[in-house]
C-alpha cells in the first residue's frame, strides 16, 4: 500500500491508436499515445490502480500508478572506447605541429 | 473527426488568450503579413530587452577564443588561411543555455499581463529555461515533451531535460511520440489558462537578439571589427533568427549568417520506431529543413521565427563530427559542454579552413552538460540500441544506423545546402493559397523579404527556370 501524500509517478493513455491523427506514419498510428507525469497521491492505492494526483504546479490528474517514490536513472553510459582515443589523438597531431 | 484533431479547431482562440497576441492586424493580403511591423509592436527595442535579460542575470556571456582548434585547423588549410574560431559561451546563461534569453522574455510577459502559469512543449534546454525563469518569478510552469517510444525508452537527453525542470519546480508531461503532443499541449493550455512560452512568438525571438547585438558590441571593442562569419545552429528557426536580428540592430550588416543542422535525413520524425535511432533531439534537418520551408508550422498563427530572410549559406554536419568536436573542444580546449551545442562548431571548423588567417567565425553558443545531456551516455545509448560506432569517413554516415567519428579531422566537412532548393519547397508549400491568381505587388514584395531575393530572382524561381 502506497500511503496518501506520497509523490509517485503515474501512466495513461491520452489517444487510443484508433484515435490518433490521420497524418502520423504506419508505425506510430499503431501503438496508443501515452503520458507520464508525477505527483503527490491524494489517498493510499497500490500499484496499479486508477488514482488521482496533485501534480507540482497543483493539477490533479488522473492515471494509474507505476511507481512510489520515482528515481533518476540517468548516468554517463557505459564506456566508449573510441571517444578516449580522441583526445590524445588530437594532442598528438598539435605537439607534431610544433616540432 | 480524430479526437486529436477536435481541439485544433480551437486553435486561434486558445492561442490569442495564451499569448496576448491578436495576430489578425498583422495580415495583409492573400499569403502576405507584416513581419516587421508584428516585430516591432509585440516585441521589444534592444534596451527593453537588455534590461529585462538583466533582471534575470540572463546574457552578457563572454566570447572564448579557440586557440587550439585555430591551430588544428590551419593544419589542413593552405597557407595563409584559417580563420580565427571563436565561441560565444551561452552555457554561462542560468539553466545553461541561450535559452534563457528567449525565455526570460516570456516569462516577463506572462508575470506583466498577469497570467498564474506558464506552459510551454519542448524536450530541450527551452523547457529547464522557462521553469527557471518562472520559478524567479513565482510562476506555476508545465513542460510537455514527447520523452518515449511505445517500448518506453527515453532517449538520455530527454529524460536529464525533464530531471532538470522538475529541479525548478515545474511540472513535467511527458507523451510518447506523435505530433499530437500539440493537441494535448493546446487541451492544458485551455485548462489551465496559462500563458503559452511558444519559442515562435516575437517574443521568444526578440529575447535572442541581445545574443546578436553583444556579439557585434564586444568584438568591436575587442577585435576591432564584426566577425566576417557568425555561425548558428538551426532546427526551429529562432536561434537564426534571433541573433540574426540583433546583429542588424547593431549595424553588423557584412557577418555572413550560416546555418548549421546536423544530417538527420532519412528518419522520419513522428516514427515511433525511429525516435531512439537519432543520437541529436535538436539542432537537426528533420526541424531545421521543414521550418525553413513552411515556418508557419509552428504553434502561433504566424511565426516570428522566419530563417529564410536572414541565412547567407546552410550546411549540414553528421553526427559522428559533431560528437568528435564536442571531444576536440573538452581535450584541446578545457571546455566540457553538452554535444548539441557544437554542430555550429563543427561547422566552424570546416569553414574556417577556407577562410583567410585575420578572418574571423565565431560560434555563437554553447550549452551545459551533464549526465544524459554527454556524449557518453548519448553514444552509450545509441549503441545499446543497435547503432554501429566507429571511426571512418563521416561521408558513409547513415543517420539511424550508425555513427562514424572522423578518423581524422581532416575528413570534417561541412555540406553546403542548396538554398534555391530550399526556396522552391518553401513556394511549393504555399502553391495551394496562391494557385490559379496573380500574385498581388504586395505579395511578391513578401516574397522577396521571405526568401532574400531580389525581383527578378523571384521571378526566376516562381517561373521554375533554375
Known sequence: MIKKDTWVRIHGIVLEPSERSANVPEDTSKVPLEFWTKGWLTEDADIGQKVTVRTACGRTQAGTLIEAEPMYELNYGKLVPELIEIGPKLRQLLEEDHE | ?466
Open chain 2, 1 to 466: 473527426m480524430s479526437k486529436a484533431d477536435q481541439i485544433l479547431q480551437e486553435k486561434n482562440v486558445i492561442m490569442k488568450k495564451a499569448v496576448g497576441i491578436d495576430y489578425d492586424i498583422f495580415e495583409q493580403d492573400g499569403i502576405a503579413f507584416d513581419y516587421e511591423r508584428m516585430m516591432r509592436e509585440s516585441g521589444y527595442t534592444i534596451e527593453e530587452l537588455q534590461e529585462i535579460q538583466s533582471h534575470f542575470f540572463v546574457g552578457n556571456t563572454p566570447i572564448i577564443e579557440l586557440y587550439n582548434l585555430t591551430k588544428l585547423a590551419r593544419q589542413y588549410a593552405k597557407p595563409g588561411y584559417g580563420a580565427r574560431i571563436m565561441i560565444k559561451d551561452e552555457a554561462c546563461n542560468p539553466s545553461g543555455s541561450f535559452k534563457a534569453r528567449r525565455a526570460s522574455i516570456s516569462v516577463y510577459e506572462a508575470k506583466r499581463l498577469g497570467y498564474k502559469g506558464i506552459l510551454t512543449a519542448t524536450s530541450g534546454n527551452y523547457g529547464a529555461a522557462v521553469a527557471s525563469l518562472a520559478a524567479k518569478e513565482g510562476l506555476k510552469c508545465i513542460v510537455v515533451q514527447e520523452t518515449y517510444d511505445s517500448r518506453h525508452v527515453g532517449q538520455p537527453e530527454i529524460v536529464e531535460k525533464a530531471r532538470a525542470c522538475e529541479a525548478y519546480g515545474a511540472e513535467v508531461f511527458q507523451l510518447s511520440v506523435g505530433p499530437e503532443l500539440f493537441s494535448t499541449f493546446l487541451q492544458l493550455l485551455k485548462d489551465t489558462e496559462y500563458f503559452n512560452a511558444s519559442l515562435y512568438t516575437p517574443f521568444g525571438i526578440a529575447g535572442v537578439e541581445t545574443l546578436g547585438y553583444e556579439i557585434a558590441i564586444d568584438m568591436r571593442e575587442k577585435y576591432g571589427k564584426d566577425p566576417e562569419a557568425v555561425v548558428i545552429t538551426n532546427a526551429g528557426g529562432g536561434n537564426l533568427t534571433g541573433t540574426a536580428r540583433g546583429l542588424i540592430k547593431a549595424g553588423a550588416l557584412n557577418s555572413r549568417i550560416v546555418a548549421a543542422s546536423v544530417d538527420l535525413s532519412g528518419l522520419h520524425m513522428a516514427s515511433d520506431n525511429a525516435f531512439n535511432r537519432k543520437s541529436f533531439t535538436t539542432g537537426h534537418t528533420g526541424f531545421g529543413m521543414p521550418f525553413c520551408t513552411n515556418p508557419d508550422r509552428s504553434d502561433v498563427p504566424r511565426s516570428a521565427a522566419r530563417p529564410m530572410r536572414y541565412i547567407d549559406e546552410y550546411y549540414t554536419i553528421t553526427q559522428g563530427e559533431v560528437f568528435f568536436m564536442t571531444e576536440a573542444l573538452a581535450n584541446l580546449e578545457g571546455l566540457e559542454r553538452g554535444p548539441a551545442g557544437n554542430t555550429s562548431l563543427a561547422v566552424a571548423f570546416s569553414l574556417a579552413q577556407q577562410m583567410k588567417e585575420d578572418e574571423i567565425i565565431l560560434v555563437q553558443e554553447t550549452e551545459y552538460t551533464g549526465a544524459g545531456k554527454h556524449l557518453n551516455p548519448q553514444l552509450s545509448f545509441a549503441r545499446d540500441n543497435g547503432i554501429e560506432i566507429k571511426f571512418g569517413d563521416p561521408k558513409d554516415q547513415v543517420p539511424g544506423q550508425n555513427i562514424i567519428l572522423p578518423s581524422d579531422p581532416a575528413m570534417i566537412t561541412a555540406v553546403p545546402v542548396d538554398m534555391d532548393r530550399l526556396r522552391r519547397s518553401y513556394l511549393k508549400n504555399l502553391q495551394p493559397q496562391m494557385e490559379g491568381r496573380e500574385l498581388s505587388e504586395l505579395e511578391r514584395t513578401y516574397l522577396k523579404d521571405e526568401l532574400k531575393l531580389n525581383d527578378e530572382q523571384l521571378e526566376q524561381l516562381l517561373n521554375g527556370d533554375d
